[in-house]
T-cell receptor
Framework: QKEVEQNSGPLSVPEGAIASLNCTYS??????FFWYRQYSGKSPELIMF??SNGDKEDGRFTAQLNKASQYVSLLIRDSQPSDSATYLC?????????????WGLGTSLAVNP | DTEVTQTPKHLVMGMTNKKSLKCEQH?????MYWYKQKAKKPPELMFV???????INESVPSRFSPECPNSSLLNLHLHALQPEDSALYLC???????????????FGSGTQLSVL
């Protein structure tokens, strides 16, 4: 089982719809969860982070965390064509005294006008 | 200033060349990172510097040599690379929390490296 799993997509949604991106992780002890957005040919950009169970909202973005089920999701409301990008889920894996950021393979999102 | 600046943006080098990638940040971050990214793959950690000291080396071949001259600068020296080393090389920085790396990373725009 991969440590961080994402559906590679592409996920295609119409403009104005809600895009839902999901991520599951294997380490029950993980405490920190991040969503990075990467446009084609550009570098990753942090858009959301979440540490506690529940929802965290920032503008059109909502991150949802369920530690019991070991999943974290990202909702994008009122999707815009400019949201078309790859979304990378990253989870901190605790291994003894070491912390390591484990990346999913990313989900490609296409928002169609 | 919330930028991480990387130079050069593009680099083509032969397998016998020596070149260096440079990275600079002025956000006061005390952790700096080198990542390698291949097309359609996530970033792959290479090195982490904390307080200008190398804290993590992810078993990177010695043909890659990192250097952190001060808290704002990070270099990656390249020598005798192989064609499979062609990739996007990303520099990132972050704050340290209680001496531990904080995974809220700020990435530079990257150097697209081609090894012929």
């Amino acid at each position: 089982q991969k440590e961080v799993e994402q559906n590679s997509g592409p996920l295609s949604v119409p403009e104005g719809a809600i895009a839902s991106l999901n991520c599951t992780y294997s380490d029950r002890g993980s405490q920190s969860f991040f969503w990075y957005r990467q446009y084609s040919g550009k570098s990753p950009e942090l858009i959301m982070f979440i540490y506690s169970n529940g929802d965290k909202e920032d503008g059109r973005f909502t991150a949802q965390l369920n530690k019991a089920s070991q999943y974290v999701s990202l909702l994008i409301r009122d999707s815009q064509p400019s949201d078309s990008a790859t979304y990378l889920c990253a989870v901190v894996l605790n291994a003894g005294n070491n912390r390591k950021l484990i990346w999913g393979l990313g989900t490609s999102l296409a928002v169609n006008p | 200033d919330t930028e991480v600046t990387q130079t050069p943006k593009h680099l083509v080098m032969g397998m016998t060349n020596k070149k260096s990638l440079k990275c600079e940040q002025h956000m006061g971050h005390r952790a700096m990172y080198w990542y390698k990214q291949k097309a359609k793959k996530p970033p792959e950690l290479m090195f982490v510097y904390s307080y200008e000291k190398l804290s993590i080396n992810e078993s990177v071949p010695s043909r890659f040599s990192p250097e952190c001259p001060n808290s704002s600068l990070l270099n990656l020296h390249l020598h005798a690379l192989q064609p499979e080393d062609s990739a996007l090389y990303l520099c990132a920085s972050s704050q340290l929390s209680q001496g531990r790396v904080n995974e809220k990373l700020f990435f530079g725009s990257g150097t697209q490296l081609s090894v012929l």
